[in-house]
């Protein structure tokens, strides 16, 4: 597992119509990202309470690493889909580690 350097955490809510659509979605797309992207040091996938609503975590060894994650064809040819599960607009923060004060 790299280091991380930057993460991204994303709470979104789904259609109820498309719930099983974006979970296969997602699903897929953290096996591509497992499969092709060593410098994803973590994706989670994560249920809440709420069936309706997910979270991800994701962490990466750097911003660069991040942005190529984002760029990466097969994130691209689902992003769309994915978008357009969703019921309103997703909550996203960008992190960083915190360094000794």
């Known amino acids: 597992m790299n280091p991380t350097g930057y993460a991204c955490y994303m709470r979104v809510r789904v259609q109820a119509d498309k719930r099983a659509e974006f979970i296969g979605l997602v699903l897929q797309l953290k096996a591509d990202v497992a499969r092709a992207m060593p410098e994803v040091g973590f994706y989670e996938f994560l249920a809440t309470a709420e069936p309706l609503e997910f979270v991800f975590m994701q962490g990466f060894a ?40």
């Open 62 to 101: 750097s911003q660069a690493a991040f942005q190529a994650y984002a760029d990466a064809p097969f994130h691209m040819a689902m992003s769309a889909a994915g978008w357009a599960c969703l019921d309103g607009e997703p909550h996203i923060e960008f992190l960083t580690p915190v360094e000794p004060a």
